[in-house]
């Protein structure tokens, strides 16, 4: 009996403690990600007329309310780079201020998922390297995330430039869609190769 006693107390560790310490790390490598990218898609106050636009969009959220945050499973996609033989790794992680609309996503995740596998196999290793070029990426899964939900996400700023004016007697008056619950996009990691 004294045996069976004897054998933990030879110093030897219990093998969950080396699961743990796994566990531990890799909580902290995610949650090391998700603050990169909470500072590379962090709005700057100082942006002028993009800051204000930004402001309604925030007011929506409840006070003392936090987001629901949906993680995605990370996507490994082809980029159109001449030969094909570059691709991507992208993890996903969606904003959301309402929680119940987090279960219309799961609903909708096979659509949503192909819609943004289409997205990001239009892009060039070139364009996913620069800040410009996530930006604009992290805009079009929000639209992509968006379309099956029936919300509509605003256009870009070139896009309305481009849109010619026309100017009758009387204006129509301008429709303001329906606030989107979906928030931001977060990339929770970002590998090109």
């Known amino acids: 009996m004294s045996d069976a006693h004897a054998a933990p107390a030879d110093g030897a560790k219990p093998p969950k403690s080396k699961k743990m310490m796994i566990i531990v790390l890799a909580a902290v490598v995610l949650l090391g990600g998700g603050a990169g990218a909470f500072f590379m898609l962090k709005p700057k106050a100082d942006h ?34 001449p030969g094909g033989d570059r691709f991507a790794q992208i993890g996903i992680t969606l904003e959301i201020s309402d929680p119940h609309v987090a279960d219309s996503v799961k609903a909708f995740m096979p659509a949503i998922r192909s819609g943004i596998l289409l997205v990001v196999s239009q892009r060039t290793t070139q364009e996913l390297l620069q800040l410009e070029g996530k930006e604009k990426l992290a805009r079009d899964i929000r639209r992509e995330v968006s379309k099956p939900l029936g919300f509509e996400v605003e256009e870009d700023e070139d896009e309305v430039e481009e849109k010619p004016v026309a100017k009758k007697g009387k204006a129509k008056p301008k429709r303001v869609p329906p606030h989107n619950p979906i928030e931001r996009v977060l990339f929770s990691s970002f590998i090109v190769q």
């Open 48 to 81: 002028g007329e993009e800051g204000a636009a930004a402001a309604p969009a925030a007011a929506h959220v409840k006070p003392g309310t936090p987001p629901t945050f949906l993680p995605m499973d990370s996507l490994v996609v082809n980029l159109s780079d």
